[in-house]
């Protein structure tokens, strides 16, 4: 089965290819920049962008939304994720966290769906925390500072982690389990 990944980001893509294909997914990129709206949450992002797309590419298709929420900062970065990483780096992220004794955060991928029937929102999130300084060469994005729950590595230190429990792969999996009945956990 082919469906399209409406997708800029080419790490995004080959990580959850990657997945899909194991089970008979193929995943074919189309690097469309569409105009995403401004919401609190992925979800609205990802339901709004099917809206418009669904005039324009033929299903089936998905688009994934994603992001760093950190509790102290109330969700900042959230689904701005791409945004404040152009704008301020990784570094200036490790600056806005100095002093910052709650260092909790976690990653949220959201997945859209568009069957040409009905939308379908396949969600995963992962905990973990905002280390105090850039570790690990990598994955892409917030990964040198992302260190998952009971673990002392980010995800740019150890990418085999990465694959077993990110929220990517938890949504994947969950869209995998819809698409083809296959739980691939
Ligand atoms: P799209 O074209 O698919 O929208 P994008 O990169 O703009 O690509 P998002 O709007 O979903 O994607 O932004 C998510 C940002 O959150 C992404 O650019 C990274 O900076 C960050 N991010 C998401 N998942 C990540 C991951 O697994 N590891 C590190 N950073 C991640």
């Keep these: ?15 959850a290819s990657e997945l899909c294909s194991r089970s008979g997914i193929q995943l074919s990129m189309v690097d469309l920049d569409y105009e995403e709206a401004r919401a609190d949450t992925c979800e609205q992002v990802v339901l709004s962008a099917i809206n ?4 324009e590419i033929k299903p089936p298709f998905i688009i994934e939304d994603s992001g760093l929420f950190v509790r102290s900062l109330n969700g900042f970065p959230g689904t701005y994720s791409a945004y404040v990483l152009k704008a ?5 992220m490790l600056k806005l966290m100095r002093g910052n004794d709650d260092r909790s955060a976690k990653f949220v991928s959201v997945i859209g769906y568009w ?5 379908c929102i396949f969600s995963g999130s992962v ?3 905002i280390s105090s300084e850039l570790r690990g060469a990598g994955g892409f ?21 990465k694959a077993k429990l990110s ?13 083809k009945g296959e739980n691939v956990w």
């Design 127 to 129: 905990e973990g925390e």
């Design 167 to 179: 929220h990517r792969i938890e949504a994947f999996r969950k869209f995998i389990l819809h698409v």
């Design 88 to 92: 301020i780096g990784l570094d200036g």
């Design 115 to 119: 069957d040409g029937n009905k939308p």
């Design 52 to 55: 418009i797309l669904s005039g």
């Design 141 to 161: 994005g917030y990964d040198p500072l992302f260190i998952p729950k009971g673990y002392k590595f980010t995800f740019a230190e150890n990418m085999s982690l």
């Design 1 to 15: 089965m082919l469906v399209k990944f409406i997708t800029t980001n080419k790490h995004k893509f080959a990580e």
